[in-house]
């Protein structure tokens, strides 16, 4: 079972920042967050993750709360483009053989 | 840079037949993943592989289910006899190491059957 709890469904107004929260209270204090996002027809796509500091790229930013139990995923300028199914996922990193669990996501809806 | 290549984009196949999926991965990426993802769903590990060798393959079916990794590059995964709960996309992803947590992904295989 994924170990992150995740609403089903956001709505965003094209231009805003969207938010997307993520619930993950059973972290080990070696595992990451990962942050993916499928759009329709499309395979998943990775977009950041994060140990303990907030992380920016190109993409989005994640900020993870100082207990780690909790994180967001921040889409500062949301598109169109960014109508998609957003999947948080806690692993342990750099231990080969660690599959990346997926729940059902957040389906994220931008609209004009 | 190329990305991870998939064919057939759809197929559509009657219960009891069997079906044969490809992928070719990014160039240099040692590890391989294949993805089963029902609809609704997050997608759901099936079997990985480092190179030509298999790392964890402990949710596939095996009874109905194979793949290999030929010469560390590209995949095929195979299922036969198909059963009607198969019906799913079939997602490969490579990344450049075993422990990496960034995976890239194809665009998937349909699989509908019937």
């Known amino acids: 079972d994924a170990k992150t709890t995740q609403p089903p469904s956001m709505d965003c107004a094209e231009g805003r920042a969207a938010n997307l929260p993520c619930n993950h209270s059973?972290?080990?204090?070696?595992?990451?967050v990962y942050w993916y996002r499928q759009i329709h027809s499309q395979g998943p796509q990775y977009i950041i993750h994060?140990?303990?500091n907030n992380e920016t790229n190109e993409m989005a930013s994640l900020i993870i709360t100082e207990d780690r139990k909790s994180s967001t995923l921040i889409l500062p300028h949301a598109t169109l483009r960014d109508t998609a199914v957003y999947y948080c996922?806690?692993?342990?990193?750099?231990?080969?053989?660690?599959?990346?669990?997926f729940g059902k996501g957040t389906t994220l809806s931008v609209s004009s | 840079e190329a990305g991870v290549a998939q064919s057939p984009r759809y197929k559509i196949i009657e219960k009891r037949q069997s079906v044969a999926f490809w992928c070719n991965p990014i160039?240099?990426?040692?590890?391989l993943y294949w993805y089963q993802q029902i609809l609704g769903q997050g997608p759901k590990l099936l079997i990985q592989?480092?190179?030509?060798?298999?790392?964890?393959d402990s949710q596939l079916p095996k009874d109905r289910f194979s793949a290999e990794r030929l010469k560390g590059v590209d995949s095929t995964l195979k299922i036969q006899p198909a059963k009607l709960e198969d019906s799913a996309v079939y997602l490969c992803?490579?990344?450049?190491?075993?422990?990496?947590?960034?995976?890239?992904f194809g665009p998937g295989t349909r699989l509908t059957v019937t």
């Open positions: 992803a490579s990344s450049l190491r075993g422990y990496s947590g960034e995976q890239y």
């Open positions: 059973t972290i080990s204090g070696n595992e990451y």
């Open positions: 994060g140990l303990k």
């Open positions: 996922i806690v692993r342990v990193a750099n231990q080969a053989g660690t599959a990346l669990i």
């Open positions: 160039s240099g990426h040692a590890t």
């Open positions: 592989f480092q190179n030509n060798g298999v790392v964890d």
